[in-house]
């Protein structure tokens, strides 16, 4: 529920109302749905629970892994989000220009979807609407931790809203406010940075032909173009579209007139969908692969981007945040029925030994595929040629493929 004033004590506080810091605390709630646990969230933008908004054009999107979609159905938050997603029934990925393709298809996995797209805004709203809706969950928006301070059990937190200052302890703080976190920069938290020199144009894009839930992933000179199936609005075939390009093209992209960036976008996709016909309003955004190199402290952890900040290629940043978020609360539950403090070390060390192998595989897969696929060099050119026949043409090899694009890669 929304409040003004916030407790002296709760025993979570969850800084950042995104999709990862609302998922976690609602998959909480749901899993400790027996039992008494006082959670806030405190964010900085302010929350909007309007479902009568209709999606629009320039909406962005997120592919959920059908692990993700799993998730969201242990949450019970599935059944208000199946009325506007669009399943992938099958993935196509190829490399501009060369032979060597792959394809998987969701019959071949034994799923009714290799995963699901859906609209930023309307999982904000599923989200909002639950948090809004719940007794457990204190809402504090808009508010922003002005400082952070360990306890002996828990930490200790200086709270802005409303033009007050409120000072609340907890026993456990998760971080989910971004990659660029200002509270794990006051507690000295460092990251571990690689910068890839490209930028990902986003935009919503309309086509000739129905998509018929296939998604694209095409591998070209400046690097990964994905193109993710949309629901149909306003009778256009819609797709959202990820670009990445170096870092020197990106402001000549977002300067494009729209027939120019028609044009070039057509010479990099091809015509499988028929002419590109209509591009929303463009977004762009540097990439690097961000690891934080403290994801745990006593009565401290990390998630989301403030965790890991993953390169799009995949899309796997926001499906590992949520698997590591179904781990931790696991771990929390257990915690709780036993009586013990959430933010012990051991609680904690233990959520992170669980997901530590899931981490660096999922890391490691990113940021290879981007490596490899970004590069003009002969060497990388023979070898991404090789990957894809390999994939395409050895099922043992296909299916691990497809168990990670669907996040349901084994521990």
């Known amino acids: 529920m929304l409040i003004e004033t916030p407790e002296s004590h709760y025993d979570l506080v969850v800084v950042g109302g995104g999709m990862v810091g609302a998922s976690f605390a609602c998959a909480l709630c749901k899993a400790v749905e027996n039992n008494s646990l006082s959670i806030l969230i405190v964010e900085a933008v302010p929350l909007s629970v309007n479902l009568s908004q209709q999606p629009s054009f320039d909406a962005r999107s997120t592919a959920l892994s059908h692990g993700s979609h799993r998730i969201y159905e242990q949450m019970g938050l599935w ?15 190829s490399d501009r220009g060369r032979f060597g393709s792959t394809h998987l298809v969701h019959s071949e996995h034994n799923v009714e979807a290799l995963g699901y797209v859906v609209e930023n805004q309307w999982l904000g ?25 360990p306890l002996a059990t828990g930490m200790q937190l200086q709270i802005e809203s409303g033009g007050n200052n409120f000072s609340v302890d907890t ?11 200002p509270i794990c920069s006051q507690l000295g938290i460092e990251q571990s940075i690689s910068d890839y020199q490209q930028h990902a144009l986003i935009a919503n894009i309309a086509f ?17 173009l994905a193109v993710l199936p949309l629901g149909s609005f306003e009778s256009e075939n819609r797709g959202s579209l ?28 091809g015509n499988r969908l028929g002419r590109i016909t209509h591009t929303g309003e463009r977004f762009c955004y ?29 899309g796997q940043g926001l499906n590992l945040a949520l698997r590591d978020t179904a781990v931790l609360v696991e771990r929390l539950q257990l915690a709780n029925e036993r009586g013990g403090p959430l933010g012990d070390m051991a609680v904690l060390q ?30 990388s050119v023979v070898a991404r040629k090789l990957g894809l026949l390999s994939i395409d043409l050895m099922p043992s090899i296909k299916h691990e493929f497809a168990e990670q694009a669907m996040g349901l890669g084994a521990k």
């Open 350 to 379: 233990d959520y992170l030994d669980n997901q530590d192998f899931d981490q660096r595989r999922t890391i490691r897969f990113t940021d290879q595929l981007t490596r490899l696929f970004s590069s003009n060099r002969q060497v």
């Open 208 to 224: 000739e032909k129905p998509h018929n839930n296939v998604a694209f992933e095409r591998f070209t000179d400046t690097g990964p």
């Open 171 to 181: 026993s456990l703080l998760v971080l989910a406010d971004g990659g660029k976190s």
């Open 286 to 314: 540097p990439l690097t692969l961000s690891v934080a190199k403290e994801q745990i402290r006593p009565g401290l952890v990390l998630l989301g981007n403030v965790a890991h900040t993953l390169h799009p290629v995949a």
């Open 125 to 149: 709203e599923v989200l909002n609407e639950a948090m809004a809706a719940s007794a457990r969950i204190n809402l504090l928006a808009p508010a922003k931790v002005n400082q952070a301070s």
């Open 79 to 93: 059944s208000q989000l199946a009325g506007r997603v669009t399943p992938i029934k099958e993935i196509h990925v």
């Open 242 to 269: 990820v670009w990445t390009v170096s870092a020197g093209q990106s402001a000549d992209l977002l300067a494009l007139e729209p027939g120019a960036l028609l044009e070039l976008l057509m010479e990099r996709f």
